[in-house]
């Protein structure tokens, strides 16, 4: 957008021309790109350890499925189905992940926090004052009751002649502490030497890539291609429709703690609903493999 503009008829170039010189100030909007949704995330450390809130999802998904009635036979239809009945349900009982810079704090003392901000951000002085003084006695609190539990794990180790208690306590009380001059895996020199500074470090890995990934084009193997012609199909690999008992077990050995993927489905919210969750993607399973083969062959299976 121009916001002024001017022309100046003295300065004429030096050739016969009617050009006349112009001078404009620009204004540009820079572009804000749009800001995502933030992403929930489900803290499903408490399915493991509360009892009765692994009951309480265990319950509550199985309405779910049972008010959903109907899935739709089409495989994208059906998964779409499952996969919003588990990611509304779970959210609406699984709490939700709190990133805690101090991890002595209880969900009691956050959720006074939480409250001390809404009352400063809504200009509430008295009701913020009155939840600062709480807060610090929580905290304090807190923090006593962290390094007591510490100090007790640490003199049970010692009694069990077991080392590895005290030096985590030992760990969880030091911190994280970064060092950008420390080196902390040491790099070796072609002659062996120790790397000093953080320019020798650099300049041993650009030799390293350079001698590791500069390397001749390999050449054809015919003995390979002869077995790949001759190769064979194996009759010992089963190719029938999934069943549940296969699914059930795949589903016990996903690990805990791992992040969730594109359909927002972590490995907690499989396990602990395997009458009813376990099932509809066992059913989810077999569509996708009669629609492949369909695919594949020409005809309905």
């Not at 049972?66 to 009982?93: F, M, N, Y």
């Not at 009694?159 to 080196?183: E, S, V």
């Not at 703690?257 to 907690?268: C, N, V």
């Not at 609903?273 to 492949?292: I, K, Y």
């Amino acid at each position: 957008m121009f916001k002024s503009v001017r022309v100046y008829r003295g300065a004429e170039p030096p050739a016969n021309s009617d050009h006349r010189m112009l001078a404009a100030d620009i204004f540009l909007n820079t572009y804000r790109a749009p800001r995502r949704p933030a992403r929930t995330c489900l803290d499903f450390t408490p399915l493991a350890q509360n009892s009765e809130l692994a009951d309480k999802y265990s319950v509550t998904i199985s309405n779910a499925f049972a008010a959903l009635g109907h899935i739709s036979q089409e495989p994208e239809s059906a998964w779409e189905q499952v996969r919003d009945t588990i990611v509304t349900t779970a959210k609406a009982v699984v709490p939700v992940w709190r990133s805690k810079h101090r991890p002595w704090l209880t969900p009691e003392t956050l959720d006074i926090i939480d409250q001390k901000r809404d009352a400063r951000l809504t200009g509430k002085r008295d009701e913020h004052r009155r939840l600062k003084g709480i807060y610090k006695a929580k905290a304090k609190a807190d923090l006593d009751e962290f390094y007591n539990a510490l100090a007790d794990e640490a003199e049970t180790g010692f009694r069990q002649n077991n080392l590895r208690p005290p030096f985590r306590a030992i760990k969880r009380l030091k911190g994280r502490q970064d060092n950008d001059n420390a080196l902390t895996t040491p790099v070796a020199r072609l002659d062996g030497c120790i790397c000093s500074t953080a320019e020798e470090v650099a300049k041993r890995w650009t030799e390293h890539h350079e001698s590791t990934l500069n390397q001749s084009a390999a050449t054809l193997c015919s003995e390979l291609n002869d077995l790949a012609a001759s190769a064979t199909p194996d009759t010992s690999i089963a190719e029938d429709a999934t069943t549940l008992e296969e699914v059930i077990r795949a589903v016990r050995h996903l690990r805990n703690g791992r992040s969730a993927g594109s359909d927002e489905i972590a490995p907690e919210l499989l396990k602990y609903d395997e009458a009813q969750s376990v099932r509809l993607f066992t059913t989810s399973s077999q569509s996708f493999g009669r629609l492949a083969r369909f695919q594949q062959n020409g005809k309905r299976v």
